[in-house]
């Protein structure tokens, strides 16, 4: 592919396709979830339509069948994250489930006073599941906060840093303000101390190329349906020798080598962590998804992005009191903004009545609502599919609608 030809690919998103008799979208919410390509529904639906039996389990044709597509999946998410083994890579049904599986299991070696260290530009899903573990194992949160233009503070890192600090968890790029945050510079420090760094890649996997081995993080995360995969799947990476380390999460079929009442011995990796019947169809449309965008290239996708990000970002600033909500140096194409005197959800709600779907509310990130100062926010977030048409349509929206407002 040479010139980028925004036509070709929405014309792979059936969503998108003409509308006709129907509400215009311009679906600008792609923080929340991405559109799914023709190739990752045909693939789910293939799958029931000629493949379905359950894995790793029968002796016929069909069961291998599948194992077999589920396995070459599995592999395909190791190369795209340039894992070292598919045993690092571990399904789960997203990020949440990958975070809390860490901080279930690894939370069991903590001991009373241990610390945590979590980002103050967390998602929820990397805050909570910390809370819970602390709670349980009576160890503390210590956060890493940010600035007013939504960069870590990383100079404080090396002070936030105790004998009792025991994992980091960071997320790669924020949801909110859309900075990409500097991770490899937390893992080598960290690293330098034998502390282990979890990477929030929820956002980070859809944006930016990740090598799992080049950044030398411990667990990274992700969610399959923020990269144009279907919603339910999703991955867990991590080092083969932390997850050898790490106790169970869920019981069940599949994790376990031998069942005995005097006792059962477990699984070997990723089979460990997988407890139960997995979502075949899902993990066979994550693959799909992640053919579909190296076959683009995820260097590509970033360029398209970030000049939607520049454009957009130019034309709300010369809107009369709007205020950009981050503002980092490093941002990937997530704009969250306010509007003097009025409630983001009326703006959205006015947006949605043009056909222009963004996000308003707090985005699962109370705290840099409140680091803010403010209620909530309206966030316009891009894929590649999206257009400079579409964003000036935002921008058009916008001003209708403070003019309504106002
Ligand atoms: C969406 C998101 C999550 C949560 O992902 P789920 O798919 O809901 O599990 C976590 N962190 C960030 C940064 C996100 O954008």
Not at 159 to 183: K, W
Not at 306 to 333: F, V
Request: a negative charge; aromatic letters at 6%.
């Amino acid at each position: 592919m040479s010139q980028w030809n925004a036509d070709n690919i929405r014309a792979d998103f059936p969503i998108l396709a003409d509308r006709a008799g129907k509400r215009k979208l311009i679906y600008l919410d792609n923080a929340a979830t991405t559109q799914k390509p023709a190739a990752v529904i045909d693939s789910v639906s293939e799958y029931y339509r000629k493949h379905n039996a359950n894995v790793h389990r029968g002796v016929h044709f069909l069961s291998l069948e599948a194992t077999q597509m589920m396995e070459e999946a599995r592999l395909a998410v190791k190369e795209f994250i340039n894992a070292k083994s598919a045993d690092e890579i571990i399904f789960t049904r997203g990020t949440t489930e990958s975070i809390n599986l860490v901080a279930s299991s690894f939370g069991k070696s903590l001991a009373k006073d241990d610390e945590i260290i979590v980002g103050e530009m967390e998602h929820h899903s990397n805050i909570v599941p910390w809370q819970m573990t602390a709670e349980e194992h009576k160890a503390k949160i210590k956060v890493l906060p940010f600035d007013q233009s939504g960069e870590l503070m990383l100079d404080l890192l090396p002070q936030l840093i105790t004998p009792h600090t025991r994992i980091i968890a960071l997320t790669h790029v924020s949801n909110v303000l859309g900075t990409i945050n500097d991770i490899k510079k937390v893992i080598d420090l960290a690293h330098s101390l034998r502390i282990p760094v979890l990477i929030d890649g929820a956002q980070g996997i859809a944006h930016t190329k990740v090598d799992v081995q080049a950044l030398d993080c411990d667990f990274y995360c992700f969610s399959g349906h923020k990269i144009y995969a279907p919603m339910g799947i999703g991955v867990l990476y991590g080092k083969k020798e932390r997850l050898e380390t790490l106790p169970p999460y869920q019981g069940g079929g599949e994790m376990i080598k031998q069942v005995k009442f005097s006792g059962t011995s477990y699984n070997d990796l990723p089979y460990r962590f997988e407890a139960g019947t997995p979502d075949v169809a899902g993990i066979l449309g994550l693959k799909a998804a992640l053919d579909y965008v190296s076959k683009i290239s995820i260097e590509r996708i970033a360029a398209i992005e970030d000049e939607l990000l520049d454009y957009t970002t130019a034309q709300l600033q010369s809107i009369d009191g709007l205020r950009l909500i981050g503002t980092a140096k490093r941002k990937s194409a997530v704009i969250s903004f306010v509007i003097n005197g009025l409630h983001p959800f009326d703006v959205g709600t006015l947006l949605d009545m043009e056909g222009v779907a963004v996000r308003t509310g707090h985005h699962c990130a109370q705290p840099v609502m409140e680091h803010f100062d403010i209620v909530g926010t309206l966030r316009a977030s891009f894929a590649m599919y999206n257009t400079k048409a579409e964003a000036d349509s935002l921008i058009a929206a916008l001003k209708k609608a403070i003019a309504m407002l106002k």
